[in-house]
T-cell receptor, first 112, second 114 residues
Framework: AAGVIQSPRHLIKEKRETATLKCYPI?????VYWYQQGPGQDPQFLIS???????DKGSIPDRFSAQQFSDYHSELNMSSLELGDSALYFC???????????FGPGTRLLVL | GQQVMQIPQYQHVQEGEDFTTYCNSS?????IQWYKQRPGGHPVFLIQ?????EVKKQKRLTFQFGEAKKNSSLHITATQTTDVGTYFC??????????????FGQGTILTVHP
């Protein structure tokens, strides 16, 4: 079965640079969630989209923005990167209000 | 906001021993979900419990949802080395709806000694 695809899998950036993370949800899933997971931490919700509209917002810095496109893929744009942004970024997709979220493999971001 | 507490934080067992992790929410949940995350991996969905008092089994794993729908447990019988990982409970935090952003417990890190 098709899973959630995230790219890139690993990313190394310098402070103050920008990064774009991409997420391709499971086919026919209409909802995408973004989570940030620091070392030894549980995933923290950032933002979500349903049918290409932002549906909820969590602890996402103003330096970050995201959108969901017509093909339902989503991109998380991160600007003015800080050392503290180093983390695993997961995208999860959900279909038709099922309440079950399927996580992608994540993007490991390292900010130097 | 909603808080989900999970204990213990760590559990070390010998292979063949049982393991249980407990999850408690500050609010009533419409459902609770359990995920397993292997070291270096991503959270993998295990199960969703919806009904009050629900009990579900997956081979050696038994999941329970409390009567008040505020707590849950995951019990593994006769652990194996393949059970190693972090087990997270998570509940939707969307004003009582059954979907929406998940609030995760802190996770229980399980290590199994052969």
């Amino acid at each position: 079965a098709a899973g959630v695809i995230q790219s890139p899998r690993h990313l190394i950036k310098e402070k103050r640079e920008t990064a774009t993370l991409k997420c391709y949800p499971i086919p026919r899933h209409d909802t995408v969630y973004w989570y940030q997971q620091g070392p030894g931490q549980d995933p923290q919700f950032l933002i979500s989209f349903y049918e290409k509209m932002q549906s909820d917002k969590g602890s996402i810095p103003d330096r970050f923005s995201a959108q969901q496109f017509s093909d339902y893929h989503s991109e998380l744009n991160m600007s003015s990167l800080e050392l503290g942004d180093s983390a695993l970024y997961f995208c999860a997709s959900e279909g038709a209000g099922s309440g079950t979220q399927y996580f992608g493999p994540g993007t490991r971001l390292l900010v130097l | 906001g909603q808080q989900v507490m999970q204990i213990p934080q760590y559990q070390h067992v010998q292979e063949g021993e049982d393991f249980t992790t407990y999850c408690n929410s500050s609010t009533t949940l419409s459902n609770i979900q359990w995920y397993k995350q292997r070291p270096g991996g991503h959270p993998v969905f295990l199960i969703q419990l919806v009904k009050s008092g629900e009990v579900k089994k997956q081979k050696r794993l038994t999941f329970q949802f409390g009567e008040a729908k505020k707590n849950s447990s995951l019990h593994i019988t006769a652990t194996q080395t393949t059970d190693v990982g972090t087990y997270f409970c998570a509940g939707p935090d969307a004003g009582g709806t059954s979907y929406g952003k998940l609030t995760f417990g802190q996770g229980t890190i399980l290590t199994v000694h052969p």
